[in-house]
């Protein structure tokens, strides 16, 4: 699938601020609240999926994730998300209502195949929330992102995220990632 | 309100004052009050039949998961006589924890300190040095894993209780807690899906317990996911509840039916003709003549939530959760999942579209409801604020228990505090008895006429 180890340095180097590109523009969006903007950058078959996470023995590290189409944290097609930023505009979202405040840094970017108008991109993020006077929390991961051309620049057509906690020590998890 | 409610002396605290039944009035500290919280892990977690896992979770000999019992980590596990045990996270040798997993297959338990290792049934099998450094002078029988008093099942559902005092678990039941399980076998048997929602939120776990009868938070609480469609605003709260009482605080409230509404929508699927009804979403599930048997007249006819007392909710969405307490300011939630046997694979992905979208961290209610649950536990903290007692009357002496000739019986009425009321009355119970057979000599029975 992957042509991606065939191109040359200045074609990778090219692909990869593309890639990187979109992804800060899109987290600045997610960061600045502006998030009809940011649903405008989604394609319409989306998959947002961030599995379980559980403690296993070394011995059954395959039993860490759940697994596609099983119990997850999200699970989530463009109808979900949207109607999960819906819920933020119209009221009683007691969440997010003040809202968080969330800064995102994104690294560690490497283009992991490329497959006609898509590009499949691997990322590390850190997640930094506050909210009211007191409340901290700070989520780290990993994602799998696919990016598909479009006339208008990149969407983003499937986004998976691991986390590296089990128990989400959070009081929820009313970001978006 | 006085400060004097919470008394200390060298039997513990007495809370026999926090809460008021003739007036729905608590005393808010119950929430917040270290010693309180101290005496509940032992008067009722340690004493209580505690949900520990399906039986579908560890199919195999060896398969393990971790569950908690109060603070303290239990391994449940199949043996090899296909017995569950459960057995107390912890090395008799120096108490080091000996299985760190929440969940996998093992053929045994070895203590990661020492080399000390356990059989599936908690015996001790074998240790370094039995002959060279113990001289053969160490009995292995007196120094297994503690296991719990008692572990029972009821139709797959297994608890454990570490008072060997007990009673059996489906005398501790009672028959709404029986129900109350029966609600997700009503359309037949039913399996573990692989992954427990679990988060940490900075809230007493009785007020966890106490919002799972709420059904005066929805239209509030929840109002953004009502209007953005994903929780059916004709669900969200009708006027028609109903309220099943049990012993030792077992409960189940929310909507329900009266038999008159039952026989309307048995004549109209007989018939084909009439109008659709809020409630016939649950009813539907209740139409066989074994689930109607298994249910009972009034169990069938309620769509409510039921509690296992203390801290086990059996959700309308093939989902249980137990509120863990992690102290008097935090509770873990765990949401365990489960499908019936021979869904269809479109029943299958709206069932499990409800189990990662409604609940859990994400989930769009109860983002709301953690937040709402976490700044009552505040507002228990304050200096003054603590002092300051909370009203659950609603509803109070306004209703009628009735009682069906079966036995069951139930209180029909609109939106109230009945079951919440029920709560903190039985947990005052718990917490007054030393033991349990004072708990069952004196503890509240199900009220009869007038709540």
């Known amino acids: 699938m992957s042509a991606y180890q065939d191109l040359s340095l200045q074609e990778r180097m090219l692909l990869k601020f593309e890639a990187e590109e979109f992804l800060y523009y899109e987290g600045g969006?997610?960061?600045?609240?502006?998030?009809?903007?940011?649903?405008?950058l989604l394609a319409d078959d989306i998959h947002y999926w961030m599995p379980l996470r559980r403690t296993t023995q070394a011995k059954e590290v395959e039993k860490e994730f759940t697994v596609p189409g099983g119990m997850a944290l999200f699970d989530d097609d463009k109808t979900i998300l949207t109607m999960r930023i819906q819920r933020l505009a119209i009221g009683r979202a007691w969440a997010e209502d003040p809202p968080s405040r969330t800064r995102r840094l994104i690294s560690n970017v490497r283009i992991d195949s490329i497959d006609e108008d898509e590009l499949t991109v691997h990322s590390n993020f850190k997640l930094y929330r506050t909210r009211l006077n007191s409340e901290e929390d700070s989520w780290i991961g990993r994602r799998e992102d696919t990016l598909r051309r479009s006339e208008g620049g990149f969407l983003l057509c499937r986004r998976h995220l691991f986390l590296e906690q089990t128990v989400i020590m959070s009081q929820n998890l009313s970001s978006l990632f | 309100m006085s400060e004097a409610l919470i008394t200390t002396d060298k039997a513990g605290v007495d809370?026999?004052?926090?809460?008021?039944?003739?007036?729905?009035?608590?005393?808010?500290?119950?929430?917040?009050?270290?010693?309180?919280?101290?005496?509940?892990?032992?008067?009722?977690?340690?004493?209580?039949?505690?949900?520990?896992?399906?039986?579908?979770?560890i199919p195999n000999p060896g398969d393990f998961m971790m569950n908690y019992i109060g603070e303290d980590e239990v391994i449940v596990v199949r043996d090899r006589q296909q017995s569950i045990?459960?057995?107390?996270?912890?090395?008799?040798?120096?108490?080091?924890?000996?299985?760190?997993?929440?969940?996998?297959?093992?053929?045994?338990?070895?203590?990661?300190?020492?080399?000390?290792?356990?059989?599936?049934?908690?015996?001790?099998?074998?240790?370094?040095?039995?002959?060279?450094?113990?001289?053969?002078?160490?009995?292995?029988?007196?120094?297994?894993?503690?296991?719990?008093?008692?572990?029972?099942?009821?139709?797959?559902?297994?608890?454990?209780t570490l008072d060997p005092e007990a009673p059996p678990l489906e005398e501790y039941l009672g028959w709404v807690g029986k129900v109350g399980i029966d609600f997700l076998l009503a359309e037949g048997d039913i399996e573990f899906l692989d992954g427990i929602h679990k988060n940490r939120l900075q809230c007493n776990w009785k007020l966890a317990v106490d919002n799972l009868y709420d059904w005066y938070h929805v239209k509030v609480s929840h109002g953004s996911a009502i209007k953005i469609g994903i929780l059916d605003g004709a669900l969200?709260?009708?006027?028609?509840?109903?309220?099943?009482?049990?012993?030792?605080g077992h409960g189940i409230g929310g909507p329900g039916i009266s038999e008159e509404e039952q026989a309307r929508y048995d004549a109209r699927m007989a018939s084909g003709e009439g109008e659709p009804q809020w409630y016939d979403r649950y009813a539907e599930k209740r139409t066989s003549p074994e689930t109607r048997e298994m249910l009972g007249p009034v169990g069938r006819r309620s769509f409510g939530h039921p509690n296992i007392f203390p801290n086990l909710w059996v959700a309308q969405t093939n989902q249980v959760c137990l509120r863990i307490p992690r102290g008097p300011y935090e509770t873990e939630l765990w949401w365990f999942n489960f499908r019936r046997k021979g869904m269809s694979e479109d029943e299958q992905k709206f069932s499990a579209f409800m189990q990662n979208h409604m609940f859990g961290p994400a989930g769009v209610l109860e983002q709301d409801d953690g937040e709402n649950w976490s700044h009552s536990t505040r507002g228990a903290k304050g200096t003054f604020s603590k002092t300051l007692p909370l009203n659950f009357s609603m509803g109070n002496k306004a209703d009628q228990v009735s009682q069906d000739p079966s036995g069951q019986s139930c209180i029909e009425t609109v939106i109230n505090e009945h079951a919440q009321r029920w709560t903190y009355q039985s947990w005052q119970d718990w917490m007054a008895a030393e033991n349990w057979p004072e708990l069952i000599a004196n503890h509240s029975q199900p009220p009869t006429g007038e709540v």
């Open chain 1, 29 to 40: 969006l997610l960061d600045s609240r502006r998030f009809d903007e940011w649903l405008n």
């Open chain 2, 15 to 57: 809370v026999s004052g926090c809460f008021d039944m003739a007036t729905g009035i608590l005393d808010r500290r119950i929430f917040t009050d270290e010693e309180i919280y101290q005496e509940e892990l032992k008067k009722i977690f340690g004493r209580a039949w505690n949900f520990v896992c399906h039986e579908s979770q």
């Open chain 2, 85 to 160: 045990n459960v057995l107390l996270n912890s090395c008799p040798h120096r108490g080091n924890t000996v299985c760190r997993a929440e969940l996998g297959n093992t053929r045994s338990f070895f203590c990661s300190y020492h080399g000390w290792n356990y059989d599936l049934d908690g015996r001790l099998i074998g240790m370094p040095g039995e002959d060279d450094f113990y001289r053969n002078n160490i009995d292995k029988k007196d120094w297994g894993l503690t296991p719990a008093a008692k572990v029972e099942n009821y139709r797959g559902f297994c608890f454990a």
């Open chain 2, 236 to 248: 969200a709260a009708p006027d028609n509840q109903m309220v099943i009482l049990g012993e030792y």
